[in-house]
């Protein structure tokens, strides 16, 4: 059981530059999170996705796009790369809204460098 | 303001050693608390969740409590091992909203032989 999957694990881009983030999950959740985890900061939300078809803004959206592109799939796009947007970025997937019981599981996490 | 205050920022602990790891939180309204580990180059791993009734909640080594009245949680990790150096997350979760679950910065704790 691979859980959730992202793809790839290390990254370095140019500034301006544009990539997308891959993430898969094989646990039939309905709900799909993209965070970022910054050195001396929580972990912030970006983009999520609480079902197939619907895709929300959350705490520091600004640079990015999302794809809920099937109930297993959720990619973050980012168009034209800053070195703000230096980070690790992890992908994550619940049964259902993160309010509720129902826990996160996360992926190992991409680390994107901008130069 | 909703926010998560972790205490120790980071930890050094002998092996085999107790610690406690602490977190104080302003969320409200609150739904339910989880600690998270996360390894080095890993994504957080669900320890343990807490909803508003629960007082104390155990998994194997590590024993989280809760206290909704004053909103402090804290992180019991007994006879600790060298796998067990990692961060730890606190999380508190509202019933809803656009960012409903509120992380900590984390304890960074490491043990040593």
């Known amino acids: 059981n691979a859980g959730v999957t992202q793809t790839p694990k290390f990254q370095v881009l140019k500034t301006g530059q544009s990539m997308t983030l891959q993430c898969a999950q094989d646990?039939?959740?309905?709900?799909m999170y993209w965070y970022r985890q910054d050195p001396g900061m929580g972990l912030r939300l970006i983009y999520y996705?609480?079902?197939?078809?619907?895709?929300d803004k959350g705490e520091v959206p600004n640079g990015y796009n999302v794809s809920r592109l099937n109930k297993r799939e959720f990619s973050l796009r980012l168009e034209s790369a800053a070195p703000s947007q230096t980070s690790v970025y992890f992908c994550?997937?619940?049964?259902?809204?993160?309010?509720?019981?129902?826990?996160?599981?996360f992926g190992s996490g991409t680390r994107l460098t901008v130069v | 303001k909703n926010q998560v205050e972790q205490s120790p920022q980071s930890l050094i602990i002998l092996e085999g050693k107790n610690c406690t790891l602490q977190?104080?939180?302003?969320?409200?309204?609150?739904?339910?608390l989880r600690w998270y580990k996360q390894d080095t180059g890993r994504g957080p791993v669900s320890l343990t969740i807490?909803?508003?009734?629960?007082n104390t909640k155990s998994n194997g080594r590590y024993t989280a409590t809760l206290d909704a009245d004053t909103k402090q949680s804290s992180l019991h990790i007994t006879a600790s091992q060298l796998s067990d150096s990692a961060s730890y997350i606190c999380?508190?979760?509202?019933?809803?909203?656009?960012?409903?679950?509120?992380f900590g910065k984390g304890t960074r704790l490491s043990v040593i032989a």
């Open positions: 994550a997937s619940s049964e259902a809204g993160g309010g509720s019981y129902y826990g996160y599981t």
């Open positions: 646990m039939n959740h309905n709900s």
């Open positions: 996705s609480a079902s197939e078809g619907t895709t």
């Open positions: 977190c104080n939180y302003t969320v409200s309204p609150f739904s339910n």
């Open positions: 807490m909803t508003f009734s629960e």
């Open positions: 999380v508190v979760s509202r019933p809803s909203g656009n960012t409903p679950l509120v």
